[in-house]
């Protein structure tokens, strides 16, 4: 590298300083070291109801998005839309009908332990050792049978009857029965870590993921490895706001609380003044990890918070119920900052900022119901 480096500077000065920041920016992107879920089996807190409630409720979901305008492949013009005279009662049930759609489209990828290697001897027959150089394999094909549960052994020249490894599982399982959208081959946008790399720096989160989920299944290495840099990268540039209201939102909670470094995003929600969610947060931390100090206040604050509506947009008045809700909130998210925060000055600032910033409102609100006279 240092005779490169020399040529370089000998051919023309300027370009070294270019090439070190290049080199720099190369290096950058290798600290993302990808985790996966090879300890504690993160499934069962991950599919409890508490969990659940809370991540579906932090994904903030907004019908805007979620019904957002997509690319529809071998559709060569748009849907034309429909426009209908409804009665209230009819209106409610098409309401329902949306918020049904909405809950399948914003179904959260399942997070669970990383597969573990089959190694499951069957049987070993003397009599074939040397027969043939070639494994043969077997695969039942009946219709109807889970792919994770179809019967599929190899009989290797050493004798051994034993079954499959995950990865021939998979390829035998695509062959004859295929997933629309997988490849029996790893799409280039995985194999090839710059392509990688650029994907993630062009900000394509969703589109990685949604890709990641129609190639492998969620307990493979490559699927958390992959999802594991795409959440760090998020997180490293805090851009959640690409990721919420989507059905991936909810695993990169559930990814940066499980490893405790959920506060860059609540640093996030409190800049934003949504310190409803930042209490929300907390709570899910509390039933992950149970270290918060304040945890059961948080969890009885929850109660209290998800019968509200969703705040998409900050409010504009206020009312009572609303001041005496968010002080709480307040007080809770100033206990987690002080007990198990690791951005402490930050929160604290943005917190401050907030506090401000609420008052003004809380002083606007009730200045606008006495000019009404409602007091």
Not at 365 to 373: D, F, T
Request: contains cysteine.
């Amino acid at each position: 590298m240092s005779l490169i480096f020399r040529k370089l500077a000998r051919n023309n000065p300027r370009n070294i300083i270019t090439d070190a920041q290049i080199l720099v920016i190369s290096c950058r992107k290798l600290s993302i070291v990808p985790s996966v879920y090879d300890g504690e089996d993160p499934a069962p807190k991950f599919f409890s109801s508490n969990v659940q409630v809370l991540l579906k409720r932090l994904t903030r979901p907004d019908f805007t998005k979620v019904f957002r305008k997509r690319t529809s492949h071998g559709l060569t013009v748009l849907k034309t839309p429909t426009y209908k005279f409804l009665t209230n009662e009819e209106l409610e049930e098409e309401i329902a009908k949306a918020n049904e759609r909405a809950d399948r489209l914003l179904q959260m990828p399942p997070v669970v332990k990383i597969q573990q290697h089959i190694e499951d001897v069957l049987s070993k027959d003397p009599a074939l050792v040397g027969y043939d150089t070639a494994k043969y394999i077997f695969t039942d094909i009946t219709f109807g049978v889970a792919n994770e549960h179809r019967f599929i052994v190899e009989r290797d020249p050493d004798g051994y009857l034993r079954s499959c490894d995950h990865d021939v599982r998979k390829r035998l399982n695509q062959v004859y029965f295929p997933t629309l959208g997988r490849k029996l081959r790893e799409p280039v946008m995985f194999s090839d870590l710059e392509k990688f790399n650029s994907l993630l720096d062009r900000e394509q989160y969703e589109f990685v993921l949604d890709r990641a989920c129609v190639q492998y299944e969620p307990d493979e290495p490559s699927y958390q490895k992959i999802t594991s840099m795409t959440y760090q990268h998020v997180d490293n540039k805090s851009k959640y706001e690409l990721l919420r209201s989507t059905r991936h939102f909810g695993p990169l909670v559930f990814y940066l609380t499980w490893h405790q470094t959920m506060d860059k995003l609540m640093l996030e929600l409190l800049q934003s003044g949504a310190v409803r969610e930042a209490v929300l947060l907390t709570a899910l931390r509390q039933d992950i990890h149970g270290d918060v100090a304040n945890g059961d206040v948080a969890r009885t604050i929850v109660q209290q918070i998800l019968p509200t509506p969703v705040q998409l947009t900050k409010p504009e008045t206020l009312t009572e119920e609303d001041i005496q809700l968010d002080s709480k909130c307040v007080e809770c998210i100033e206990k987690y900052i002080v007990s198990n925060s690791s951005m402490k000055s930050q929160q604290e600032l943005a917190l401050q900022g907030f506090r401000e910033h609420y008052q003004q409102l809380i002083e606007l609100s009730r200045g606008l119901k006495k000019a009404h006279g409602k007091q």
